[in-house]
């Protein structure tokens, strides 16, 4: 028996991968590279159906650790069910911040300042002007205040905004202010012109944003999903889109992909971008440096980043959670 390490990268491709492992390349091929019950750290491969992901684990009965690529894990938890106790579930903490930060500004900045209504004159040989509204002085409600949220705000603070409020999964103190716990959200809902969701999907966070969430916002907010497309309850978000009293921006839908026929695409107040948040020239580096560092510390038995849970003795116990 060997000890494997599966990659979705080249292994070659890599620096600074630590001498010991065999290093084999799987980004969800339909053969396998070796023999799954050699394989001790698996690399689940990015952005492919979750299934696809979850395939190879229950032949994997050596497996010691589970990495994903993504930050959420909720693609490859299910599967987890399936190995042995023991097994620790690691995410990409570190890798995504940058560029789904920048798509966050992007969508807010576009929906704010009319950019799709630009795009559609433009087709039209149209000058479509008039006065928009502004990021400046805007109160901005961040649900989710993880290394994600925490990267959106960094990138928020040079806009003059009037506010930003924080909201995770249990309330704390941070160099920037209060983080507030989920059940102050009903309070902080109507005052915020802004609310951008980057929680991870959980149970908690399933169906978060409902109806009575959604008529909590102010009239004329904008929402910003970046985190999972069940975080919100679509049949709500489309009543309330069509009476016009909100506006969205999402880079996460469910179902997803949106089919082509869904009443999404057609929603008055829209922007849909295709979950494009992580997939950017930023996230190969990133993506690269946490491999090689994690497989150092797994090689020399050092404690691992980003440890999200523990499998128990029947499956999936969490050690930790991913929380909001």
Known sequence: MTAD?????????IEGLPKGPAYRFWDGAETFPSDPADCVFYVVPYMKPAGLGQRPLPQMTSLQVVQTLSAGTDHVEPGLRRVRAGVRLCNARGVHEASTAELTLTLILASLRGVPDFVRAQDRGEWLGGFRPALADKSVLIVGYGSIGAAIEDRLEPFELARVARVARSGRTTARGPVHPLTDLPALLPDADVVVLSTPLTETTRG???AGFLARMKDGALLVNVARGPVVDTEALLRELAG????AALDVTDPEPLPPAHPLWRAPGVLISPHAGGPTSAFLPRAKRLLADQLSRFVNR???RNVILTTGGGGAGASGSTGV
């Not at 016009?244 to 506006?247: A, D, L, Q, S």
Request: aromatic share 6%.
């Open 208 to 210: 978060l944003v409902d």
């Open 302 to 304: 050092e404690p691992l």
């Open 5 to 13: 390490v599966w990659l979705p990268i080249p292994p070659e491709e």
């Open 244 to 247: 016009g009293r909100i506006t």
